[in-house]
């Protein structure tokens, strides 16, 4: 758990962080989040001393960071930096192993750990560890420094802008890999961000700031729906409904019980299949997607071919790993109203316009119970 009690940052005349007070449970993620110049990165550098508050507490695992001797500290806690940061004159590999040598690890532990940790960040060991980072895309430099930051294994990560200098597609990318990442490992992690779908997309909660002040710590949920000031509301944006879609997976709405025909032998496929539907998914004999059977085709006796559409999964499906709001994207762009999901190509469910509908209606009623405070439009004075 991180525990920050009234923490002030002061330089000068200026109070970069004033008075902050929020609580991250373990295996949390919290997003920071706010206008540039707020005091995100200056909060974040608290909490493992590389700045030094002018007042408050803050308590990592139930220890004040004050107690603490800063290096060992930092041991224990992970660093992204804003931009990156790897060092330049060193490989892949010497970068990840930083920490790991601070801590006396041996060579024959460090070198599999190096190997590991590309793999858990997408990233071929054979191919990366011998590169320097100037040979690296933004994206695979994210990458990088997110490994570096998990390489002692540490149970608190902070992350200062991980995925800022890469475009949008990689970007999505990046949060699906952090993600999965995160659902394995379950860090207590500290994530500053601009972007608020990126926010939505990943914190357990969200605190965020204006002017070095907290303005509102809940979950995304409760920060679209009951902001608790005008600011909170017009940060966090107009299309809520649509943003909300960011926290849901595609697998954790589609349905499963879907109608599916079989390709077999000597052409032919298993018209039975069709029921009542209209039309239902065609796959082939390992369960790959390969079009769909327009039912109505069959029953009017036209050709199988007539009535089978065949698609590319890789361009006319989408993964379960995915948001409800991405897949709605897709489904728009392909002009869809249903559309498959697969993994890999093996045909595991489907998300419906309809699906997508009923899921918005049913998180209205879960914020409705649980929040019961009534909505404030003042600005707090
Ligand atoms: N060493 C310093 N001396 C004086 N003022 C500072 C110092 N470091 C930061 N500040 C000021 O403190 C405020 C908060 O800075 P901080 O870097 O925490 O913002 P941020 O929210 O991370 O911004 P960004 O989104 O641009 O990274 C800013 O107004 C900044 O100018
Ligand atoms: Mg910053």
């Not at 989408?318 to 409800?324: G, K, R």
Request: charged share 25%; aromatic share 4%; hydrophobic share 40%.
């Amino acid at each position: 758990m991180i525990r920050l009690d009234n923490v002030v940052k002061r330089y000068g005349d200026t109070t970069a962080v004033d008075g902050v007070s929020f609580e991250v449970p373990t295996g949390e993620v919290c997003v920071l989040i706010g206008p540039s110049g707020c005091g995100k990165t200056t909060t974040l550098r608290m909490i493992n001393r590389l700045i030094e508050p002018s007042g408050g507490t803050i308590e990592v695992d139930g220890r004040d960071i004050m107690s603490a001797r800063p290096e060992e500290l930092r041991r224990h806690i992970g660093y992204v930096i804003q931009s990156v940061g790897l060092f330049p004159h060193l490989t892949v590999a010497d970068n990840i192993a930083t920490v790991p040598r601070l801590l006396g690890w041996k060579d024959e532990r460090i070198k599999p750990r190096i190997g590991e940790l590309l793999e858990l960040v997408g990233l071929d060991p054979d191919e990366y560890a011998g590169k320097y980072p100037r040979q690296l895309s933004g994206g695979e430099a994210q990458r990088i420094g997110v490994a570096r930051a998990l390489a002692a294994d540490p149970p608190v990560l902070l992350m200062d802008e991980p995925f800022g200098a890469v475009d949008p597609l990689n970007r999505g990318h990046l949060q699906g890999e952090f993600a999965r990442i995160q659902r394995e490992l379950k860090k207590t992690v500290i994530f500053v961000t601009h972007d608020v779908d990126e926010a939505i997309r990943l914190a357990d909660r969200i605190a965020l700031m204006r002017d070095g002040r907290l303005q509102q710590y809940d979950t995304p949920e409760a920060l679209l729906d009951h902001p608790a000031n005008k600011f909170v509301h017009d940060f966090m944006g107009a299309d809520r409904a649509l943003k909300r879609l960011g926290r849901v997976l595609v697998g954790d709405a589609m349905r499963t019980d879907i109608e599916v025909a079989r390709i077999l032998d000597a052409g032919d496929i298993d018209r039975d299949a069709c029921g009542d539907a209209r039309f239902v998914y065609l796959v082939d004999g390992n369960g790959l997607l390969r079009g769909w059977v327009d039912c109505h085709d069959l029953d009017e006796g036209r050709s199988i071919d007539d009535a089978v559409t065949e698609i590319d999964w890789r361009e006319a499906s989408v993964a379960p790993d995915i948001s409800l709001k991405d897949a709605l994207s897709t489904m728009i762009g392909l002009g869809f109203r249903s559309i498959p999901v697969t993994e890999s190509g093996t045909l595991v469910g489907s998300i419906t316009l309809s699906s997508i509908e009923a899921t918005m209606t049913s998180s209205d009623s879960h914020i409705t119970q649980l929040s019961g405070e009534t909505l404030s439009s003042e600005e707090p004075s």
